[in-house]
T-cell receptor, first 112, second 120 residues
Framework: LAKTTQPISMDSYEGQEVNITCSHNNIATNDYITWYQQFPSQGPRFIIQGYKTKVTNEVASLFIPADRKSSTLSLPRVSLSDTAVYYCLVAWFAGTASKLTFGTGTRLQVTL | GAVVSQHPSWVICKSGTSVKIECRSLDFQATTMFWYRQFPKQSLMLMATSNEGSKATYEQGVEKDKFLINHASLTLSTLTVTSAHPEDSSFYIC????????????????FGQGTRLTVV
């Protein structure tokens, strides 16, 4: 399994763009990169997923360089409600033996 | 997106009793389910992986006789904490994957809302 490394915590002001980088040096060819958001006492919620280059949806963008050894989750114009823990997962989701293992995550605190 | 429902959302039980937590996939068939435990301010720790119709695979350090997992159908997995003790108090979360087909669902895992277990 590719191990992931993220900053433990980040602080931001409301309205700013936040970029959270995740390192996954041992990512395998079949692995996808997926980011989840978790609020206290709730299960993780899917944010975005990608394999390479750039992926964008209504809430975030995911940038993946050509070597795929890292990825950056970009949250545009964060609000107080974006205060949460963000997890980067790397896994071969379609593999029958693939386990979904969480790293430490990044605790994002958004203030006024 | 697909919905995974856990029940109950929270439970308080006496030390020495057993507690069952249900995890249901509401609109898809979950051939694989994962059970996690999360302590305050910590990340999710994978406890076990269960595949429908077969025995669960437990992570190292997780007692299979204490945390009984049953995945008897494609939409339901249960975690039973047997002879619960205060140290078992934690937030338990299940996750399910849809492996029966479809492009997006093959690459996504869906999580339940979690169950807060308090053993007194």
């Amino acid at each position: 399994l590719a191990k992931t490394t993220q900053p433990i915590s980040m602080d931001s002001y409301e309205g700013q763009e936040v970029n959270i980088t995740c390192s996954h040096n041992n990512i395998a060819t079949n692995d996808y990169i997926t980011w989840y958001q978790q609020f206290p006492s709730q299960g993780p919620r899917f944010i975005i997923q990608g394999y390479k280059t750039k992926v964008t949806n209504e809430v975030a963008s995911l940038f993946i360089p050509a070597d795929r050894k890292s990825s950056t989750l970009s949250l545009p114009r964060v609000s107080l409600s974006d205060t949460a823990v963000y997890y980067c997962l790397v896994a071969w989701f379609a593999g029958t033996a693939s386990k979904l293992t969480f790293g430490t995550g990044t605790r994002l605190q958004v203030t006024l | 997106g697909a919905v995974v429902s856990q029940h109950p959302s929270w439970v308080i039980c006496k030390s020495g009793t057993s507690v069952k937590i249900e995890c249901r996939s509401l609109d898809f068939q979950a051939t694989t389910m994962f059970w996690y435990r999360q302590f305050p301010k910590q990340s999710l720790m994978l406890m076990a992986t269960s595949n429908e119709g077969s025995k669960a695979t437990y992570e190292q350090g997780v007692e299979k006789d204490k945390f009984l997992i049953n995945h008897a159908s494609l939409t339901l997995s249960t975690l039973t904490v047997t002879s619960a003790h205060p140290e078992d108090s934690s937030f338990y979360i299940c996750s399910a994957r849809d492996r029966t087909g479809g492009s997006l669902r093959d690459t996504e895992a869906f999580f339940g809302q979690g169950t807060r277990l308090t053993v007194v």
